[in-house]
């Protein structure tokens, strides 16, 4: 853990319960590991729960936005004023995530960490704005140290905020036209794979603008390339990318399960995990993003997504699908029979 | 279609409906196929339904169950009996599909297409049995031409017996130790696939096992290997695979979604779209098995499986957790913002 930052540190999971967890799942009535990979989903969120009967309580979505400097630069698809306006969108009802957290029964929450405009206010707007957008990261830090440690502790605090006592479950999630360019330079200077390797089309660039992202982000590694997280998080990151790094630390110190979803939470995840290991305890992956990067972070990280959908929209939206693949992992959890109880006789050969 | 089966024939799904879904996914606030796979589900729900406000109504899912002559030759890692038994679990609520069909409000029905036991009575069993399990295939065929045609028509029966007037989505599911057997070989039969490509472990066998299913089915393929589905079927197959074609097709012919679950059911699938190619415009894949064969079976038909999470369980379980995704589509297409309505910028290059 790196000093200064105040965050507790994240506890383990639960090993022990882990191990009882699979003893379980083999003696209710379906061939040992027939559920595929919804059995270590079950045991895992038991070990981050600590218990046999896991559940999923008062889940909540939080979706940090902001806006970024490298924006003006011509490395999205879509303009600037689309951060705002989305903000509005996901406040209205009407975008991707809004349908899902009503349809799932998740509370959306939405942080403005940046955004460069006014967001109005709403009951399920938390105003945690740091400065109305990131500077250019081609000519200068994104962020100063002070403003990058401020964006991580205001997202470790809107967990406490929005987190009911007994709330378990957090979907993570993210708005930021030019996101996808920061959360590729975080990579590049994480992993060490080539920064080409970690750029994609985002919101869905041509060719054209693909060659211009590319060009615009080496332009940024070659004037520095920290690698201390801390340091390359002020460097490019963005303030929801920043808060999205606090949130994981706080939310795993609290023993609550992490769904996290495409390519710029999962460059969170592994920031987060860099300050302290044991987030990933706590994380589920719930796909894998058409961005191009996304599989081969994923990988890098040694974990498995659920779907792969090619979804690459983001506003927590693959992670809010995924959820009911937590809830179906659980549910077989806690109802099944076991063989014992049913009558069904046990495997033969 | 085959003469003298009775079977109505399938209408096309509605390409003009098609195209008109993926017109409106375009003008919701999201990037062009930025939700992935969802788009052409919803799309292909929408022509299936003939709407643009497509719907999940009365969800059902038929699990059809059935012995195999075959399982005394020791090709399954389970005892014949657990057929009867699970039929037992699936009405007890114990088993995999019956957590998921509460969890998910799907209406359950347990069908007896030919168990070699008693089943007794349950008001969500229905007594369609054929045989007390079918003929040993290595010796003789499974079943008699009669039979199999007999096996059609109640599987198409029992879904008209079932689903209620407005019932639009069926999942279908299977039980019956040995099964992966007959499957095998009717895939081997209608694809051409060499016969050991087509053999898996099934509910878990071990290698010495898998190379006692493989020599048993290559000596019933050695007796005769018919081209013709409907032969091929009464030659290998069990009379709950029978019954799942006969459901297929009188499913289709009634412009129903069917959610297909597992390596069984995508060979009854493929079965049923030999008999009439339209079958394939209603069925949506819930997901790719573990079981060997069933990632090349996929491939044939060119579809793409909704989930990859090494499911193998049958019982329509993979299915019912594939639900959730179409649930998810379609409360997105229905409900998302469009750009216009909710004032965001469109895509700028």
Aim: negative net charge; proline residues 4%.
């Amino acid at each position: 853990m790196r000093r200064g930052l105040g965050f507790d540190a994240v506890p383990a999971a639960d090993e022990a319960i882990r191990s009882a967890a699979h003893r379980r799942l083999d003696s209710l009535t379906k061939p040992p590991g027939a559920l595929g990979r919804l059995e270590p989903l079950a045991a895992q969120v038991c070990a981050v729960q600590r218990t046999l009967e896991p559940a999923i309580v008062h889940p909540a979505a939080v979706v940090f936005a902001a806006d970024h400097g490298v924006a003006d630069r011509g490395v999205s698809a879509y303009p600037r004023a689309v951060t705002e306006q989305m903000v509005k969108n996901f406040l209205g009802g009407g975008a991707a995530i809004s349908v899902l957290a009503r349809l799932q029964g998740i509370e959306l929450w939405i942080v403005d960490a940046g955004v460069d405009g006014d967001c109005g206010n709403h009951p399920r707007l938390i105003d945690a704005k740091v400065r109305r957008g990131t500077r250019d990261f081609v000519e200068q830090p994104a962020m100063t140290t002070e403003e990058c440690e401020q964006a991580l502790r205001r997202g470790r605090a809107v967990i406490d905020q929005v987190i009911p006592a007994g709330g378990n479950t957090l979907i993570l999630g993210e708005m930021g036209i030019g996101n996808t360019a920061a959360a590729a330079l975080l990579m590049h200077g994480l992993t060490g794979h080539p920064l080409a390797d970690c750029v994609g089309r985002g919101t869905g660039l041509d060719d054209e603008g693909l060659e211009r992202k590319r060009s615009t982000l080496a332009a940024a590694a070659r004037r520095t390339l920290p690698g201390e997280p801390v340091e390359l998080l002020a460097e490019f990151g963005g303030y929801e990318i920043a808060m999205l790094v606090g949130a994981l630390l706080g939310a795993a110190a609290r023993r609550m399960l992490i769904v996290v979803d495409g390519f710029t939470v999962t460059v969170a995840a592994a920031l987060a995990a860099r300050i302290d290991e044991n987030v990933l305890d706590y994380c589920v992956f719930g796909h894998c993003s058409a961005e191009h990067a996304h599989r081969a972070l994923l990988a890098d990280l040694e974990v498995q997504p659920l779907l792969d959908i090619g979804m690459r929209l983001g506003e927590g939206s693959g992670a809010a699908v995924a959820l009911s693949l937590v809830r179906a992992a659980l549910g077989l959890f806690t109802q099944m029979a076991t063989f014992e109880g049913a009558g069904v006789s046990e495997k033969s050969t």
